[in-house]
């Protein structure tokens, strides 16, 4: 039996939670969370209605040795909360710079579980960047506020497609400097 290895990707602890590298065996509750309309709506990336072959897509992309982005499973089996209970990833950009993004599953909104896993993530900082973004749909004020608890300080708004709503949608734009 082969098991599933990602080379420099750090497992984070945190009193509630485990930020770890992605499995294969992730694909069903990450596919279940994903295809949820108010968790695609909320994204740039994830497309609604799911198509086919979505999820396995991004699972192997995010275990890729060759990746772009790395993405930590949120894991909550060490309080017993559920294996899966959402994703963040740091983005790669030029200069030492990241860009975060996240998503928790609904049934674990307002629980304060997306402000943990980013301030984790930046706390641990695994990819040692000088400067880390975050970008967050205007009409999503709960998602600027995990930024803003971790430190992020706003600097400008912006539009990104939103893949779910088949539209441009207004943005704000988040900095964190690591030094």
């Known amino acids: 039996m082969k098991l599933d ?3 420099n990707q750090q497992v984070i602890e945190t009193e509630r939670f485990t930020l770890r590298p992605m499995r294969r065996s992730d694909t069903g509750l990450i596919g279940m969370y994903a295809s949820d309309k108010r968790v695609a709506w ?3 990336t994830i497309p609604h209605p799911l198509p086919p072959g979505t999820t396995e897509a991004f699972v192997e992309r995010a275990m890729s040795p060759e990746r772009t982005e790395d993405v930590w499973v949120i894991d909550g089996t060490v ?3 559920g294996e899966v209970l959402g994703t963040i990833g740091l983005k790669r950009m030029d200069r030492a710079q990241s860009e975060i993004g996240y998503w928790v599953a609904p049934a674990f909104w ?3 579980l997306a402000s943990e896993a980013v301030r984790a993530i930046v706390d641990a900082n695994p990819r040692d960047d000088d400067t880390m973004f ?3 749909f205007q009409d999503n004020p709960a998602s600027a ?3 803003t608890n971790a430190g992020f300080e706003y600097i400008g708004d912006a539009q990104a497609f939103s893949v779910a709503r088949n539209a441009t949608v207004a943005t704000w ?3 964190r400097n690591m030094g």
């Open 5 to 7: 290895q990602i080379v």
């Open 145 to 147: 506020r995990v930024l």
């Open 134 to 136: 975050g970008v967050v």
């Open 173 to 175: 734009t988040y900095i």
């Open 110 to 112: 307002n629980s304060g």
């Open 79 to 81: 309080q017993g909360t």
């Open 42 to 44: 909320h994204t740039t």
